[in-house]
Nanobody, 122 residues
Framework: QEKLVESGGGLVQPGGSLRLSCSAS????????VGWYRQAPGKQRELVAQ???????YYSDSVKGRFTISRDNAKKMVYLHLNSLKPEDTAVYYC????????????????WGQGTQVTVSS
């Protein structure tokens, strides 16, 4: 029943901005690490940004300085703000989280969203 749902994708012009949202739901005990991945057609899925358990955020070199990952623990939400977008940022973006359920609070599992399309084109 636990799931992640992304939203906020769309078509934007180069240099534009977009905000992606990820909502976690279900019998969640805790959410530790969260992150965003993306996959372009014919390319391998790559890690874009993540927040590890300590709260430290990390970014891939390709998006560092342009993207910002954040989370709202009370709302069980994860966000990715994409700035200064480039055509090469075009991909399906996936939300990821490590979640412990109420039934198994000491066991952490990986969860993925369904993906949201981001297209950067003029």
């Amino acid at each position: 029943q636990e799931k992640l749902v992304e939203s906020g994708g769309g078509l934007v012009q180069p240099g534009g901005s977009l905000r992606l949202s990820c909502s976690a739901s279900g019998s969640i005990f805790s959410i530790s690490a969260v992150g965003w991945y993306r996959q372009a057609p014919g390319k391998q899925r790559e890690l874009v940004a993540q927040i590890i358990g300590s709260g430290t955020a990390y970014y891939s070199d390709s998006v560092k300085g342009r993207f910002t990952i954040s989370r709202d623990n009370a709302k069980k939400m994860v966000y990715l703000h994409l700035n200064s977008l480039k055509p090469e940022d075009t991909a399906v973006y996936y939300c990821y989280a490590k979640i412990a359920t109420i039934s198994s609070p000491l066991s952490v599992n990986d969860y993925w969203g369904q993906g949201t399309q981001v297209t950067v084109s003029s």
